[in-house]
């Protein structure tokens, strides 16, 4: 069985860049992705059309192109959780975790016993279809490689952040901004960069504490910059939709003049 190579990097203390797949429903995406130097992909299925069938055929090609991918599910439960990961899907990018009870429940549908009750799927892509070794040692390993970031996406989730960031099987927080703006009243007013700033260092500070790894989303250049230089060692900028029309919108610019 193959590791985790986002898990590997990241206790390594590497930065890693990727982008948000929100648009393009190929999997050869991700050999794109690869060859422009990116990372990491991140697929967003919570709001797009993304099915879990293209989801599954982008698992496997990962594992291949050892590029990895993190998904978003439409919501963080442990139907989601147990489809994503029995699919070959490492790394969970879990949306609208407003308590440290949420969190524990998503600790329990990642990790089997002892640390959770995540469901046994039987031989899959998940496992490689490796048979070597014991059960025990295969489910061990996939404890280890599971990868969870929490998205902290609303005023009442950073109440309990700390005790979010503490919790044995959350790997990495960061927060959804448009989300979390739109909770705070703040979305499209002049507060909003320095409000959700504010949050941000709210949760690199806990990232720090706590020994977990920080995530965040990037729109620009400088905001990269920003992050990383803050200490957070995933950082993913902008999105396939979003440089798709800023390339095509440039181009037709200087042709039609």
């Known amino acids: 069985m193959q590791p985790n190579p986002m898990r590997a990097r990241v206790e390594r203390g590497e930065v890693q860049i990727g982008t948000w797949v929100t648009l393009v429903r190929t999997p050869s995406i991700l050999a794109l992705l690869q060859a422009a130097g990116l ?38 439960n442990r139907e989601w959780i147990t489809r994503l990961l029995d699919v070959g899907v490492w790394n969970l990018h879990c949306p609208q975790v407003e308590s440290a009870a949420h969190a524990a429940e998503i600790v329990a549908a990642s990790r089997y016993a002892p640390m959770g009750l995540r469901g046994n799927g039987g031989l899959g892509v998940a496992t490689d279809f490796a048979t070597t070794g ?5 489910r061990e390993f996939a404890n280890r490689q599971v990868f969870v970031t929490v998205m902290l996406e609303t005023a009442a989730a950073f109440a309990d952040l700390d005790a979010i960031a503490a919790m044995d099987g959350i790997d990495a927080l960061t927060l959804g901004p448009a989300d979390l703006a739109q909770d705070l009243g703040v979305f499209g007013s002049p507060d909003q960069a320095r409000v959700l ?61």
């Open 197 to 257: 700033d504010e949050k941000r260092d709210l949760i690199v500070a806990a990232a720090k504490r706590h020994g977990k790894t920080c995530a965040m989303l990037a729109a620009s250049f400088e905001q990269v910059h920003q992050w990383q230089q803050a200490g957070a060692l995933l950082l993913a900028y902008s999105s396939d939709a979003e440089v798709l029309r800023s390339g095509f919108s440039q181009a037709m610019a200087r042709i039609k003049g």
């Open 39 to 76: 990372d990491f992909a991140r697929v967003d299925m919570e709001h797009t059309a993304l099915s879990i069938d293209t989801i599954a055929d982008m698992a496997v090609l990962a594992r291949a192109l050892n590029f990895p991918i993190a998904v978003r599910p439409p919501k963080a």
């Open 134 to 138: 014991t059960v025990a040692e295969r």
